[in-house]
């Protein structure tokens, strides 16, 4: 919200709609609901209908209102905006005036997705405020988008009657497993139903470990509590759903990316936590050491081209890109970014997101930025070659483009996109540098100790007694600060390079990615991500074991060399 916005409740009060006791009383239930926002709070507690709601939403976000309780849309008006458009954004069109069509919604922040809408519906747009319930109807007689409801009993999106006294324990028990979740710096919480139980697991630093184990019974009321919170339909037990939890937990706003699976036992869910206080962070804090952070800081400087990071789900890669937007990002820089989904809101970004239910690709949207003339792009990912080859085009008109790729390793992203269907004399043109990485556990400052590492596991990695004889290397210990793991925190291993001549003449001959990586080792001043590993093992940063965890996968690809 922009900070020229009066919150809600003053604009309730000053609109006499509510008092200062009804506000605090409203505070004070919206904390015993996380995830509640304030209007609907006040509309639990019966102290304002949906049209003062409305009203106080239009002076506060300085928005028309416009009352549909009884309207009906003219087939025409309705003809101007497919039924995905209203399903996915939740407007309605009311008329078009002098060319501009006028939609209403129920929600302000849609407002936000003006340029979306614009692109879809190929016209102008603006925006008006109309009740929740009013929404609900058109869309049902219009669309034929759920039912039909009484606004006197509607409740605003989705309209679920809650008896709060008897969901009251799920509730509060929801909300726990997330606190207690951010507590312990979890990443990812699943809740997974087996036939005797519900297994509720944390993955920290990497790794899941059992956090809780509910009775049985508690399947279902908790799974349908994250569906309400996630905006799904809690009707449809048979297909995956995805869905956004926004929730204010340890007192910072804290947003959930859900995702749920039918399975034997009933439905998984796995909601990945993105902080948007601590999610970000500076080059600095990602691992980069010597000539590979001074070797980063040059491309990602470069006018034009294309830099690809590359490794598995859940290796930092979006986190490593974002670092990089942050330093780039600066007034005269227009910056524009296509993600599916987005993660974190970037200040004085662009950022677009995938939305497959209405065709809006990272192909299509990649187009559409092409027009507002940008000076780096960030593509999400780049899946296929459709994708590929706009970004690469992109980049031959003086864009600098970001993307990722899923290859083991850094060479491996050129062939990879050449068995794509992209031409090689366009990899090879395009590409300015490719980075893999992974992300490694760091020992525990407070327990870690020194040890000697056996013969055999020196050899694991390619090392002798005598490599580490002047260093020290320690091991794991666990304590009460790591929750008797050993480590705390993770870091970045990374293997980079840089396209030169030699490497990208490989890379127009179709070149195997063996000798991409042998060119690349001796001109590009590509250093592996198992050297790299063990370079944070003799700085005591992290152990032989975990490097070996994490990089071990790529270890006989990367070869025998150190």
């Given amino acids: 919200m922009s900070a020229t916005h009066k919150p809600l409740g003053q604009v309730l009060i000053e609109l006499g709609a509510i008092d200062e006791r009804k506000l605090a009383e409203a505070l004070e239930h919206q904390k015993r609901m996380p995830g509640t926002r304030i209007g609907k709070a006040m509309l639990d507690l019966g102290f304002i ?7 106080a939403l239009c002076r506060q976000f300085r928005l028309p209102f416009v009352d549909l309780s ?10 101007l905006v497919p039924r995905n458009v209203v399903q996915d954004f939740g407007v309605v069109p009311v008329k078009v005036h002098d060319g501009k069509l006028l939609l209403a919604t129920d929600d302000p922040m849609v407002t936000f997705t003006a340029d979306d809408l614009r692109f879809l519906l190929n016209r102008d747009v603006s925006f008006a405020l109309t009740q929740p319930t009013a929404i609900n109807n058109i869309r049902a007689e219009a669309y034929g988008l759920g039912q039909k409801v009484d606004a006197a009993v509607a409740r605003r999106r989705g309209f679920e009657e809650e008896a709060e ?5 799920v509730i509060r028990l929801a909300h726990e497993l997330m606190e207690q979740a951010l507590a312990q710096r979890a990443s990812d919480i699943h809740v997974e139903p087996m036939p005797d139980r519900v297994r509720v ?3 920290v630093d990497g790794v ?4 809780h184990s509910l009775a049985r019974e508690l399947a ?3 799974v349908t509590r994250l569906k309400v919170m996630a905006r799904m339909d809690i009707a449809e037990h048979r297909k995956p759903q995805d869905g956004r939890i926004g929730v204010s937990l340890l007192g910072r706003p804290i947003d959930l990316r859900v995702s749920l699976i039918p399975t034997t036992n009933g439905e998984s869910i796995v909601m990945r936590i993105l902080d948007r206080q601590q999610g970000l962070v500076d080059l600095d804090q990602l691992g980069f050491v010597g000539a590979d952070r001074e070797r980063f800081d040059r491309i990602i400087k470069r006018p034009n081209g294309i830099f690809l990071v590359t490794g598995p789900t859940g290796s930092g890669k979006t986190t490593t890109l974002y670092a990089a937007l942050k330093l780039l990002n600066r007034p005269n820089v227009k910056i524009i970014t296509a993600e599916n989904p987005v993660e974190y809101y970037l200040a004085g970004i662009n950022q677009a997101e995938v939305r497959h239910g209405i065709g809006l690709t990272f192909a299509r949207i990649l187009r559409a930025m092409l027009r507002q003339a940008p000076n780096i792009i960030l593509v999400g990912e780049i899946r296929d070659a459709e994708t590929a080859e706009i970004a690469i085009q992109a980049s031959l008109t003086g864009h600098l483009v970001f993307s990722t790729l899923h290859t083991n390793d850094a060479p491996s992203a050129l062939t990879r996109l050449i068995d794509m269907g992209v031409q090689p004399f366009l990899v090879s043109t395009a590409i300015t540098a490719v980075m893999a990485q992974r992300l490694v556990r760091k020992l525990c400052l407070t327990c870690r100790q020194p040890y000697r590492p056996p013969a055999h596991l020196l050899a694991a990695v390619g ?3 005598g490599d580490v004889a002047a260093g020290t290397l320690y091991r794991s210990v666990g304590c009460r600060e790591c929750r008797f793991e050993g480590y705390k925190g993770r870091v970045g291993i990374f293997e980079l390079f840089s396209m030169d001549a030699q490497v990208r003449e490989l890379t127009y001959r179709r070149a195997s990615t063996s000798e991409i990586r042998e060119q690349a080792r001796i001109s590009g001043g ?3 991500l198992r050297e790299d590993g063990l370079r944070k093992v003799l700085a005591g940063t992290t152990t032989i074991e975990e490097v070996l965890r994490v990089a071990g996968a790529v270890f006989g690809a990367q070869g025998g060399a150190a």
Avoid: H
């Fill in 49 to 55: 209908d949906e049209v003062q709601l409305t009203k």
């Fill in 70 to 79: 009884r309207a009906r849309i003219p087939k025409n008006v309705a003809d």
């Fill in 165 to 169: 006294d008897e969901d009251a324990p």
């Fill in 201 to 203: 697991r944390y993955r």
């Fill in 208 to 211: 899941c470990y059992e956090a």
């Fill in 220 to 222: 279902g009321p908790v």
């Fill in 463 to 465: 090392l002798k007694e």
């Fill in 526 to 528: 590509l250093r592996s």
